[in-house]
Protein backbone atom coordinates (compact mmCIF):
# COMPACT_ATOMS: atom_id res chain seq x y z
CA UNK A 1 0.00 0.00 0.00
CA UNK A 2 3.07 2.47 0.48
CA UNK A 3 4.11 1.38 -2.50
CA UNK A 4 1.22 2.24 -4.28
CA UNK A 5 1.11 5.53 -2.15
CA UNK A 6 4.86 6.81 -3.19
CA UNK A 7 4.17 5.63 -7.03
CA UNK A 8 1.04 8.24 -6.80
CA UNK A 9 2.67 11.19 -5.66
CA UNK A 10 5.64 10.62 -7.66
CA UNK A 11 2.78 11.00 -10.22
CA UNK A 12 1.82 13.98 -9.77
CA UNK A 13 4.81 15.95 -9.25
CA UNK A 14 5.48 14.28 -12.80
CA UNK A 15 2.49 15.80 -13.64
CA UNK A 16 2.80 18.57 -12.20
CA UNK A 17 6.07 19.85 -14.52
CA UNK A 18 4.53 18.84 -17.86
CA UNK A 19 1.65 20.62 -17.36
CA UNK A 20 3.55 23.53 -16.14
CA UNK A 21 6.03 23.42 -19.01
CA UNK A 22 5.17 24.55 -22.46
CA UNK A 23 5.77 22.36 -25.53
CA UNK A 24 7.43 24.14 -28.52
CA UNK A 25 8.89 22.88 -32.09
CA UNK A 26 9.79 24.89 -35.01
CA UNK A 27 11.69 23.79 -37.91
CA UNK A 28 12.46 25.65 -41.50
CA UNK A 29 13.65 23.91 -44.08
CA UNK A 30 13.75 25.51 -47.61
CA UNK A 31 10.31 28.02 -47.28
CA UNK A 32 7.92 25.59 -45.30
CA UNK A 33 7.97 26.27 -41.82
CA UNK A 34 6.38 23.87 -38.80
CA UNK A 35 4.91 25.26 -35.74
CA UNK A 36 3.85 23.02 -33.10
CA UNK A 37 3.30 24.93 -29.71
CA UNK A 38 0.66 24.51 -26.42
CA UNK A 39 0.44 28.03 -24.70
CA UNK A 40 3.57 29.17 -25.65
CA UNK A 41 5.14 33.09 -25.62
CA UNK A 42 4.92 34.70 -28.82
CA UNK A 43 8.98 35.54 -28.39
CA UNK A 44 9.50 32.42 -27.60
CA UNK A 45 9.03 30.99 -31.05
CA UNK A 46 10.39 34.11 -32.84
CA UNK A 47 13.12 33.76 -30.72
CA UNK A 48 13.42 29.82 -31.99
CA UNK A 49 13.10 31.61 -35.69
CA UNK A 50 15.70 33.99 -35.08
CA UNK A 51 17.95 31.23 -34.43
CA UNK A 52 17.46 29.76 -37.55
CA UNK A 53 19.52 33.22 -39.00
CA UNK A 54 15.36 35.74 -39.96
CA UNK A 55 16.38 39.04 -38.06
CA UNK A 56 13.03 39.09 -36.11
CA UNK A 57 11.68 43.31 -34.89
CA UNK A 58 8.84 43.19 -32.18
CA UNK A 59 7.28 45.49 -29.57
CA UNK A 60 9.06 44.19 -26.59
CA UNK A 61 5.87 44.22 -24.83
CA UNK A 62 3.86 42.13 -27.00
CA UNK A 63 4.35 38.50 -25.98
CA UNK A 64 1.07 36.97 -26.06
CA UNK A 65 0.69 33.05 -25.21
CA UNK A 66 0.13 31.45 -28.51
CA UNK A 67 -1.15 27.80 -29.16
CA UNK A 68 -0.82 26.36 -32.90
CA UNK A 69 0.21 22.77 -34.76
CA UNK A 70 0.94 23.05 -38.20
CA UNK A 71 3.51 20.82 -40.40
CA UNK A 72 5.64 21.84 -43.67
CA UNK A 73 2.84 25.17 -44.78
CA UNK A 74 4.46 28.16 -47.05
CA UNK A 75 6.26 30.11 -44.80
CA UNK A 76 4.12 32.77 -45.41
CA UNK A 77 0.90 30.71 -44.71
CA UNK A 78 2.53 29.57 -41.21
CA UNK A 79 3.60 33.28 -39.95
CA UNK A 80 -0.04 34.75 -40.80
CA UNK A 81 -1.56 32.16 -39.08
CA UNK A 82 0.49 32.95 -35.92
CA UNK A 83 0.04 36.50 -36.47
CA UNK A 84 -3.41 36.96 -37.39
CA UNK A 85 -4.00 39.48 -34.19
CA UNK A 86 -1.62 41.73 -35.60
CA UNK A 87 0.26 43.61 -38.61
CA UNK A 88 3.03 42.13 -39.34
CA UNK A 89 5.55 42.80 -42.36
CA UNK A 90 7.67 39.79 -43.98
CA UNK A 91 11.12 41.59 -45.75
CA UNK A 92 12.86 39.26 -48.23
CA UNK A 93 15.90 39.55 -49.58
CA UNK A 94 18.24 37.82 -52.50
CA UNK A 95 20.67 35.35 -52.22
CA UNK A 96 23.29 35.71 -54.94
CA UNK A 97 25.83 32.77 -56.29
CA UNK A 98 26.82 30.72 -59.49
CA UNK A 99 23.33 28.80 -59.12
CA UNK A 100 21.04 31.91 -59.63
CA UNK A 101 19.57 34.33 -56.93
CA UNK A 102 17.58 32.50 -54.45
CA UNK A 103 14.83 34.14 -52.28
CA UNK A 104 15.06 33.88 -48.64
CA UNK A 105 12.84 35.70 -46.02
CA UNK A 106 15.37 37.95 -44.13
CA UNK A 107 13.19 39.93 -41.61
CA UNK A 108 10.13 39.39 -39.65
CA UNK A 109 8.55 42.86 -38.14
CA UNK A 110 5.72 42.44 -35.72
CA UNK A 111 3.61 45.60 -34.65
CA UNK A 112 0.18 46.56 -33.33
CA UNK A 113 -1.42 49.40 -35.64
CA UNK A 114 -0.04 52.32 -35.32
CA UNK A 115 2.65 51.16 -33.27
CA UNK A 116 5.24 49.91 -35.83
CA UNK A 117 8.16 52.74 -34.38
CA UNK A 118 8.27 50.99 -31.25
CA UNK A 119 10.07 47.54 -32.78
CA UNK A 120 13.22 46.78 -31.58
CA UNK A 121 15.00 43.79 -32.43
CA UNK A 122 14.57 40.42 -30.38
CA UNK A 123 18.02 40.17 -28.56
CA UNK A 124 20.09 38.23 -30.97
CA UNK A 125 22.68 35.65 -29.32
CA UNK A 126 25.66 37.16 -28.07
CA UNK A 127 28.13 34.23 -29.12
CA UNK A 128 27.97 31.77 -31.26
CA UNK A 129 26.72 28.07 -30.49
CA UNK A 130 29.89 25.74 -30.86
CA UNK A 131 29.82 22.22 -30.73
CA UNK A 132 33.31 19.76 -31.16
CA UNK A 133 34.15 17.29 -33.41
CA UNK A 134 35.12 14.28 -30.79
CA UNK A 135 37.09 12.61 -33.67
CA UNK A 136 39.79 15.37 -34.21
CA UNK A 137 38.95 18.19 -31.61
CA UNK A 138 37.66 20.73 -34.18
CA UNK A 139 35.40 23.32 -33.50
CA UNK A 140 32.21 24.34 -35.33
CA UNK A 141 28.98 26.40 -35.33
CA UNK A 142 26.10 24.39 -34.76
CA UNK A 143 23.42 23.33 -37.01
CA UNK A 144 25.84 25.07 -39.84
CA UNK A 145 27.53 23.59 -42.93
CA UNK A 146 29.66 25.49 -45.59
CA UNK A 147 28.93 24.25 -49.42
CA UNK A 148 30.39 24.91 -52.83
CA UNK A 149 29.24 23.08 -55.82
CA UNK A 150 30.10 21.99 -59.11
CA UNK A 151 28.52 22.11 -62.70
CA UNK A 152 26.05 18.97 -61.65
CA UNK A 153 24.38 21.38 -58.97
CA UNK A 154 21.44 23.65 -60.63
CA UNK A 155 18.18 25.15 -58.47
CA UNK A 156 16.15 22.09 -58.43
CA UNK A 157 18.79 19.63 -57.54
CA UNK A 158 19.52 22.16 -54.57
CA UNK A 159 16.62 22.34 -53.71
CA UNK A 160 16.09 18.38 -53.42
CA UNK A 161 19.58 18.30 -51.50
CA UNK A 162 18.07 20.40 -49.05
CA UNK A 163 15.08 18.97 -48.50
CA UNK A 164 16.71 15.53 -47.86
CA UNK A 165 19.26 17.06 -44.65
CA UNK A 166 16.13 19.24 -43.64
CA UNK A 167 18.55 22.37 -44.41
CA UNK A 168 17.71 26.01 -46.11
CA UNK A 169 20.10 28.51 -47.75
CA UNK A 170 20.85 31.58 -45.76
CA UNK A 171 23.94 33.48 -46.88
CA UNK A 172 26.32 33.12 -49.87
CA UNK A 173 29.74 34.15 -50.30
CA UNK A 174 29.08 35.17 -53.83
CA UNK A 175 33.00 35.94 -54.85
CA UNK A 176 34.05 31.84 -54.54
CA UNK A 177 30.31 30.16 -54.81
CA UNK A 178 30.00 28.96 -50.91
CA UNK A 179 26.61 28.94 -49.57
CA UNK A 180 25.86 28.79 -45.93
CA UNK A 181 23.10 26.29 -45.10
CA UNK A 182 20.98 26.17 -41.47
CA UNK A 183 20.34 22.77 -40.74
CA UNK A 184 17.71 21.35 -38.15
CA UNK A 185 18.54 21.62 -34.45
CA UNK A 186 20.92 19.11 -32.97
CA UNK A 187 21.92 17.80 -36.48
CA UNK A 188 24.92 15.87 -36.68
CA UNK A 189 27.31 17.92 -38.13
CA UNK A 190 30.33 15.59 -38.37
CA UNK A 191 28.80 12.66 -40.11
CA UNK A 192 26.43 14.95 -42.15
CA UNK A 193 29.34 16.30 -43.80
CA UNK A 194 31.19 12.40 -44.50
CA UNK A 195 27.58 11.49 -46.46
CA UNK A 196 27.18 14.29 -48.35
CA UNK A 197 30.29 15.02 -49.83
CA UNK A 198 30.06 12.16 -52.96
CA UNK A 199 26.52 14.08 -53.35
CA UNK A 200 26.46 14.64 -57.20
CA UNK A 201 27.04 18.09 -57.47
CA UNK A 202 29.29 19.20 -54.37
CA UNK A 203 32.84 20.66 -54.55
CA UNK A 204 33.42 21.05 -51.03
CA UNK A 205 31.63 20.62 -48.00
CA UNK A 206 32.82 21.59 -44.38
CA UNK A 207 31.22 22.76 -41.15
CA UNK A 208 31.30 26.06 -40.15
CA UNK A 209 34.73 25.81 -38.62
CA UNK A 210 35.17 27.99 -35.14
CA UNK A 211 38.63 29.67 -34.24
CA UNK A 212 39.82 31.22 -30.98
CA UNK A 213 41.50 34.95 -30.31
CA UNK A 214 44.76 33.60 -29.16
CA UNK A 215 44.65 34.63 -25.51
CA UNK A 216 48.02 37.08 -24.61
CA UNK A 217 50.00 36.41 -21.05
CA UNK A 218 49.51 39.38 -18.30
CA UNK A 219 52.57 39.93 -17.27
CA UNK A 220 53.96 41.92 -14.21
CA UNK A 221 52.02 44.79 -12.87
CA UNK A 222 52.94 48.20 -14.58
CA UNK A 223 51.84 51.56 -14.96
CA UNK A 224 50.14 51.59 -18.34
CA UNK A 225 48.90 54.59 -19.58
CA UNK A 226 45.06 55.63 -19.75
CA UNK A 227 44.78 56.58 -23.24
CA UNK A 228 46.09 58.22 -25.66
CA UNK A 229 45.40 61.80 -27.11
CA UNK A 230 47.02 64.24 -30.31
CA UNK A 231 47.33 61.05 -31.91
CA UNK A 232 49.30 61.97 -35.64
CA UNK A 233 46.30 61.43 -38.56
CA UNK A 234 48.03 59.63 -41.26
CA UNK A 235 47.28 61.59 -44.54
CA UNK A 236 48.85 59.16 -47.05
CA UNK A 237 48.96 55.73 -45.24
CA UNK A 238 47.61 52.82 -46.66
CA UNK A 239 45.15 50.87 -44.04
CA UNK A 240 45.54 47.82 -41.97
CA UNK A 241 42.73 45.66 -41.33
CA UNK A 242 42.50 44.34 -38.12
CA UNK A 243 40.05 41.22 -37.67
CA UNK A 244 39.41 40.51 -33.95
CA UNK A 245 36.91 41.57 -31.43
CA UNK A 246 36.72 44.89 -32.62
CA UNK A 247 37.68 48.33 -31.05
CA UNK A 248 36.58 50.34 -27.61
CA UNK A 249 34.97 53.25 -29.12
CA UNK A 250 36.52 55.08 -26.00
CA UNK A 251 39.72 54.09 -26.96
CA UNK A 252 41.30 57.53 -28.34
CA UNK A 253 41.91 55.80 -31.79
CA UNK A 254 38.71 57.44 -34.10
CA UNK A 255 41.57 59.89 -35.80
CA UNK A 256 43.06 56.97 -37.68
CA UNK A 257 40.12 54.74 -38.33
CA UNK A 258 39.20 54.59 -41.82
CA UNK A 259 36.11 52.11 -41.25
CA UNK A 260 34.83 49.90 -39.45
CA UNK A 261 31.69 47.25 -38.82
CA UNK A 262 30.73 44.89 -36.79
CA UNK A 263 30.38 41.68 -38.90
CA UNK A 264 28.13 39.66 -36.51
CA UNK A 265 25.75 42.33 -36.12
CA UNK A 266 26.02 44.57 -39.12
CA UNK A 267 23.28 46.98 -37.64
CA UNK A 268 25.34 47.85 -34.55
CA UNK A 269 28.51 50.35 -34.30
CA UNK A 270 31.57 48.69 -33.71
CA UNK A 271 32.72 47.62 -30.42
CA UNK A 272 35.29 45.75 -28.22
CA UNK A 273 34.17 43.66 -25.20
CA UNK A 274 37.20 41.77 -24.47
CA UNK A 275 39.47 43.90 -25.22
CA UNK A 276 41.81 42.20 -27.84
CA UNK A 277 40.73 43.80 -30.77
CA UNK A 278 41.62 47.26 -29.27
CA UNK A 279 45.04 46.41 -27.94
CA UNK A 280 45.92 44.97 -31.49
CA UNK A 281 44.51 48.41 -33.02
CA UNK A 282 46.71 50.21 -31.30
CA UNK A 283 49.97 48.16 -32.11
CA UNK A 284 48.76 48.00 -35.63
CA UNK A 285 48.14 51.54 -35.99
CA UNK A 286 51.52 51.95 -34.43
CA UNK A 287 50.40 54.08 -31.42
CA UNK A 288 52.11 51.56 -28.90
CA UNK A 289 55.03 50.09 -29.74
CA UNK A 290 56.25 46.84 -28.46
CA UNK A 291 59.66 46.37 -26.20
CA UNK A 292 62.90 46.85 -28.05
CA UNK A 293 61.36 48.51 -30.55
CA UNK A 294 63.00 51.96 -31.48
CA UNK A 295 60.63 55.09 -31.86
CA UNK A 296 61.61 55.59 -35.82
CA UNK A 297 60.41 51.55 -36.26
CA UNK A 298 56.91 52.25 -36.73
CA UNK A 299 54.46 55.04 -37.97
CA UNK A 300 50.91 55.84 -37.40
CA UNK A 301 48.87 54.02 -39.90
CA UNK A 302 44.88 54.07 -40.66
CA UNK A 303 43.39 51.14 -39.59
CA UNK A 304 40.11 49.41 -40.64
CA UNK A 305 39.30 47.47 -37.39
CA UNK A 306 36.56 44.63 -37.93
CA UNK A 307 34.32 42.91 -35.14
CA UNK A 308 34.83 39.26 -36.30
CA UNK A 309 34.53 37.66 -33.22
CA UNK A 310 31.36 37.25 -30.22
CA UNK A 311 31.60 37.97 -26.44
CA UNK A 312 33.76 34.47 -26.09
CA UNK A 313 36.58 35.17 -28.51
CA UNK A 314 35.55 32.57 -31.15
CA UNK A 315 34.67 33.67 -34.89
CA UNK A 316 33.57 31.47 -37.21
CA UNK A 317 34.67 30.83 -41.58
CA UNK A 318 31.60 32.13 -42.65
CA UNK A 319 32.35 35.74 -40.10
CA UNK A 320 36.14 36.12 -41.45
CA UNK A 321 34.33 36.17 -44.81
CA UNK A 322 32.60 38.87 -44.35
CA UNK A 323 34.86 40.37 -42.78
CA UNK A 324 37.26 40.01 -45.51
CA UNK A 325 35.07 41.50 -48.52
CA UNK A 326 35.06 44.77 -45.82
CA UNK A 327 38.78 45.28 -46.01
CA UNK A 328 38.92 44.74 -49.38
CA UNK A 329 36.19 47.40 -50.84
CA UNK A 330 37.67 50.10 -48.14
CA UNK A 331 41.13 49.78 -49.62
CA UNK A 332 43.25 47.39 -47.16
CA UNK A 333 46.40 46.65 -48.17
CA UNK A 334 47.67 44.77 -45.03
CA UNK A 335 45.16 42.14 -42.95
CA UNK A 336 46.21 41.48 -38.98
CA UNK A 337 45.25 38.50 -37.78
CA UNK A 338 45.77 37.29 -34.35
CA UNK A 339 44.15 34.09 -33.85
CA UNK A 340 44.04 30.28 -34.53
CA UNK A 341 43.78 26.94 -34.65
CA UNK A 342 45.10 23.49 -35.92
CA UNK A 343 42.11 23.18 -37.55
CA UNK A 344 42.68 23.43 -41.82
CA UNK A 345 39.73 24.81 -43.67
CA UNK A 346 39.88 24.60 -48.03
CA UNK A 347 37.52 27.59 -47.49
CA UNK A 348 39.34 30.25 -45.06
CA UNK A 349 42.52 28.82 -47.43
CA UNK A 350 40.83 30.05 -50.49
CA UNK A 351 39.06 33.25 -48.89
CA UNK A 352 42.69 34.34 -47.76
CA UNK A 353 44.41 33.18 -50.98
CA UNK A 354 41.81 35.71 -52.45
CA UNK A 355 42.72 38.26 -50.28
CA UNK A 356 46.58 37.81 -51.52
CA UNK A 357 45.35 37.60 -55.04
CA UNK A 358 43.55 41.26 -54.49
CA UNK A 359 47.04 43.06 -53.17
CA UNK A 360 46.48 42.48 -49.35
CA UNK A 361 49.38 41.28 -47.11
CA UNK A 362 47.67 38.95 -44.96
CA UNK A 363 50.05 38.35 -41.61
CA UNK A 364 48.71 35.61 -38.90
CA UNK A 365 49.98 35.06 -35.26
CA UNK A 366 51.70 31.59 -35.23
CA UNK A 367 49.78 30.99 -31.50
CA UNK A 368 51.22 31.13 -28.00
CA UNK A 369 52.07 27.00 -27.52
CA UNK A 370 55.20 26.18 -28.04
CA UNK A 371 53.76 22.78 -30.43
CA UNK A 372 55.55 23.17 -33.16
CA UNK A 373 52.27 21.92 -35.14
CA UNK A 374 51.18 24.22 -37.76
CA UNK A 375 48.35 26.88 -36.75
CA UNK A 376 45.68 28.16 -39.23
CA UNK A 377 45.47 30.78 -41.01
CA UNK A 378 49.19 31.54 -40.06
CA UNK A 379 50.13 28.13 -41.54
CA UNK A 380 48.50 28.63 -45.04
CA UNK A 381 51.16 29.49 -47.98
CA UNK A 382 48.76 33.08 -48.76
CA UNK A 383 49.90 33.99 -45.38
CA UNK A 384 53.02 35.65 -43.16
CA UNK A 385 53.06 33.54 -40.14
CA UNK A 386 54.85 35.53 -37.49
CA UNK A 387 56.16 34.47 -34.30
CA UNK A 388 57.06 36.35 -30.88
CA UNK A 389 60.63 37.65 -29.69
CA UNK A 390 61.08 38.62 -26.01
CA UNK A 391 62.53 42.08 -24.55
CA UNK A 392 65.43 40.44 -25.29
CA UNK A 393 65.44 39.77 -28.61
CA UNK A 394 65.35 36.09 -28.16
CA UNK A 395 62.58 34.11 -29.46
CA UNK A 396 59.89 34.12 -26.58
CA UNK A 397 59.84 30.24 -24.90
CA UNK A 398 55.91 30.29 -25.10
CA UNK A 399 56.03 31.06 -29.11
CA UNK A 400 55.22 28.36 -31.74
CA UNK A 401 57.75 27.40 -34.21
CA UNK A 402 57.82 25.71 -36.96
CA UNK A 403 58.71 25.58 -40.60
CA UNK A 404 55.27 27.57 -41.48
CA UNK A 405 56.81 30.48 -39.62
CA UNK A 406 57.92 32.78 -41.36
CA UNK A 407 59.62 35.43 -38.75
CA UNK A 408 59.87 36.51 -35.58
CA UNK A 409 59.19 39.60 -33.72
CA UNK A 410 58.77 41.92 -31.42
CA UNK A 411 55.89 40.27 -28.62
CA UNK A 412 55.64 42.13 -25.56
CA UNK A 413 53.91 45.56 -25.22
CA UNK A 414 52.28 48.12 -22.25
CA UNK A 415 49.13 48.52 -23.24
CA UNK A 416 46.43 51.11 -22.08
CA UNK A 417 43.13 48.27 -22.24
CA UNK A 418 43.12 44.66 -21.04
CA UNK A 419 42.27 41.73 -21.55
CA UNK A 420 40.77 39.32 -18.92
CA UNK A 421 42.35 41.21 -16.91
CA UNK A 422 44.09 45.46 -16.27
CA UNK A 423 45.70 47.13 -18.48
CA UNK A 424 49.56 46.89 -18.10
CA UNK A 425 52.46 44.50 -19.63
CA UNK A 426 51.20 41.49 -22.24
CA UNK A 427 52.81 38.79 -24.49
CA UNK A 428 52.09 36.87 -27.66
CA UNK A 429 52.46 36.47 -31.04
CA UNK A 430 49.20 38.35 -31.08
CA UNK A 431 51.27 41.56 -30.58
CA UNK A 432 54.02 40.36 -33.07
CA UNK A 433 51.96 40.02 -36.12
CA UNK A 434 49.91 43.31 -35.11
CA UNK A 435 53.38 44.61 -35.49
CA UNK A 436 54.36 43.23 -38.58
CA UNK A 437 51.47 44.37 -40.21
CA UNK A 438 52.18 48.02 -39.18
CA UNK A 439 55.72 47.78 -40.20
CA UNK A 440 54.31 46.24 -43.88
CA UNK A 441 51.68 48.81 -44.43
CA UNK A 442 54.48 51.59 -43.57
CA UNK A 443 56.58 49.98 -45.99
CA UNK A 444 53.66 49.46 -48.37
CA UNK A 445 52.76 53.59 -48.31
CA UNK A 446 56.18 54.90 -49.31
CA UNK A 447 56.21 52.16 -52.21
CA UNK A 448 52.96 50.94 -53.34
CA UNK A 449 54.25 48.70 -55.96
CA UNK A 450 55.99 46.97 -53.39
CA UNK A 451 55.72 43.09 -54.37
CA UNK A 452 55.16 40.35 -51.26
CA UNK A 453 58.31 38.49 -51.89
CA UNK A 454 60.34 41.88 -51.12
CA UNK A 455 58.35 42.84 -48.03
CA UNK A 456 59.42 39.33 -47.09
CA UNK A 457 62.96 40.16 -47.89
CA UNK A 458 63.32 42.94 -45.75
CA UNK A 459 61.02 41.65 -43.14
CA UNK A 460 63.22 38.53 -42.55
CA UNK A 461 66.51 40.31 -42.35
CA UNK A 462 65.28 42.56 -40.08
CA UNK A 463 63.73 39.98 -37.89
CA UNK A 464 64.60 36.77 -38.58
Not at 6 to 14: A, F, K, N, T, V
Not at 39 to 64: C, H, K, M, T, Y
Not at 116 to 121: A, M, V
Not at 320 to 340: C, E, H, Q, T, Y
Amino acid sequence: MRKIYLSYIILIIILFFVTNTYALEVKIVGDRLSVHADQVPLQSILQRIADLGIIVRIEPQFNPKISTSFQNWEIQKGLASILKSVNHVLIWNSIEGPLGPISRLAEIQIFKPGKKDLIKPLNARPVLSIDTNPKDGSMFVKNEILLRFNHKMNLQELKRLLKQIGGRVVASYAALGIYKIRLEEDSNLPDLVEQIRDYPGIAVAEPNYVYPVFTPYKGPSSTAPSGYSNIPVPEDGVPVAILDTGLDPGSGLQDVVRASLDALNLDNPISDHLGHGTQMAYIAAGIVRPYGVSADSSASIPIIPVRAFDDNGFTSNFSIMRSVDFALNNGARVMSLSWGAETRSDFLEDVLELANSKGIIVVASAGNEPTGKPVYPAAYPSVIGVGALGPDGKSWEKSNYGDFVMLNAPGFATLPVGYGGDPGIYAGTSISAAFVANIIANYISGNPKATRQEILKILTSAHP
